[in-house]
């Protein structure tokens, strides 16, 4: 605990109570703390009032004050502080119609999603667990907090996050929370698609995807999510990036070219895929040439051979690969040991469609090793065949 997240918040706490409120590090934090990962982000939950919290701290951001949540600005990281609270009734699946601010502890942790998520850390490294978190972690399990049905109806996006903590944990979910994620799998339909993404990149960056979409398949939330999802097609591939696991998973809904824009992918995530499903193409119908390896960056590439590897279209490796493209003389035009300026110099002609003709030219003659890239070479090559063009 001596990342500076930590000692960031912890100092927090000391303030706060000073002043005579409690305060303590929540979420998330307390869970991978417990797990030893790595945690980044580390919240706080204070019974001091937003107004309050920003009386006691030279700077502070207001980032979701009306429900009681404000960013103090620490020297060694911005620290979340939210007031403890209970939520009123959810109207749309997803968000509180009121918020209540509370003095209590257990209150506020009783509005969590799941006990791995609905404990608290003292700043003398004592644990505050009311719901049995702990002995949850320690058997692996995602259970809700209290009525599994009810916490899935105030907030319909909890059920995938279910769904992302078996894929990034490995857990199982309790036959209560799978019970209701299956009564409640409809009301995802009322969530943010946007919110559904964020999700579901998490999910492709998890240890075990194939047992999260099963759970999917189980309880019925893939009636709700458009696509194909079938856990069996997941089976031993781990995409190394969220724009490959996307590319994975719209391989298999290729005849809805719609899926991509559904899930809100931006539009550089867009063209990932479509690098990556082009060059996947190129490889399993005739082998990457050496076009291939210039035209597509690295990355794609590699993307392109775990796919077609793990669907048993290829034996090319990533490692043969790379160093297929390393090999090549230029790896971009801009490597060309000379420019537009060069070719009006030499020609004497002023710029017109000419020129790009002419590089592109000069990059394919490059490129197969017809001429070496110098500028001399070059030159001789070009002027050369200048009238024979």
């Known amino acids: ?43 706080v939950a204070t019974s001091a009032l937003p107004t309050e919290v920003q009386s006691l701290f030279t700077t502070t951001v207001d980032v979701g004050i009306l429900h009681g949540t404000v960013i103090v600005v620490h ?3 911005p620290i979340e502080v939210t007031t403890f609270r209970v939520e009123g009734t959810y109207e749309d699946h997803r968000r509180p119609s009121t918020v209540h601010f509370v003095r209590s502890l257990r209150d506020d942790l009783a509005r969590r999603d799941f006990t791995v998520n609905a404990m608290a850390l003292t700043k003398d490294h004592t644990i505050i667990d ?9 058997a692996k399990i995602v259970r ?45 339909a009322y969530v943010a698609r946007e919110r559904i993404k964020q999700e579901i990149d998490k999910i492709w960056q998890g240890e075990a995807i194939t047992e999260a979409i099963r759970l999917m398949e189980e309880t019925d939330l893939v009636k709700v999510l ?36 559904h899930y809100r992918l931006t539009n550089q995530e867009k063209r990932s895929v479509k690098q990556i499903h082009l060059a996947f193409d190129a490889l399993v119908e005739r082998g990457f040439t ?10 794609v590439l590699c993307s392109a051979v775990r796919i077609a590897r793990h669907l048993q279209r290829t034996k090319l490796s990533e490692e043969d690969v790379l160093q297929n493209k390393a090999r090549l003389p230029i790896q971009s035009r801009q490597a060309l040991a000379v420019d537009g300026h060069d070719l009006q110099k030499w020609c004497n002609k002023k710029p017109g469609k000419w020129l790009q003709q002419a590089l592109q030219e000069i990059e394919r003659a490059v490129l197969y090793e017809e001429i070496d890239n110098t500028q001399q070479q070059i030159r001789s090559w070009y002027c050369n065949g200048v009238d024979q063009r």
Not at 10 to 37: C, H, N, S
Not at 171 to 181: L, M, N, S, W, Y
Not at 230 to 251: C, D, I, M, N, S
Request: aromatic share 14%; hydrophobic share 40%; with cysteine.
């Open 226 to 261: 458009p696509g194909v999802w079938r856990a069996q097609t997941w089976r031993g591939f781990k995409p190394k990036t969220v724009e490959e696991g996307w590319a994975y998973f719209l391989h298999y809904n290729r005849t809805q070219p719609h899926i991509a824009s």
């Open 130 to 138: 009311y719901f049995g978190g702990q002995a949850d972690l320690a």
């Open 290 to 299: 050496r076009l291939d390896y210039y035209r597509y960056d690295g990355n």
């Open 1 to 43: 605990m001596n990342n500076k997240a930590w000692l960031a918040a912890f100092e927090v706490i000391a303030t706060l109570q000073r002043a005579g409120f409690e305060a303590y590090i929540v979420g998330g934090a307390v869970r991978d703390q417990l797990l030893g990962k790595d945690v980044h982000d580390v919240d």
């Open 144 to 188: 809700a907090v209290g009525d599994a049905k009810e916490r899935f109806s105030e907030d319909a996006l909890r059920m995938l996050r279910a769904v992302r903590f078996v894929a990034q944990l490995n857990f199982t979910v309790d036959r209560q929370t799978k019970d209701a994620i299956q009564s409640c799998s409809a009301d995802l």
């Open 75 to 77: 020297p060694l990281a």
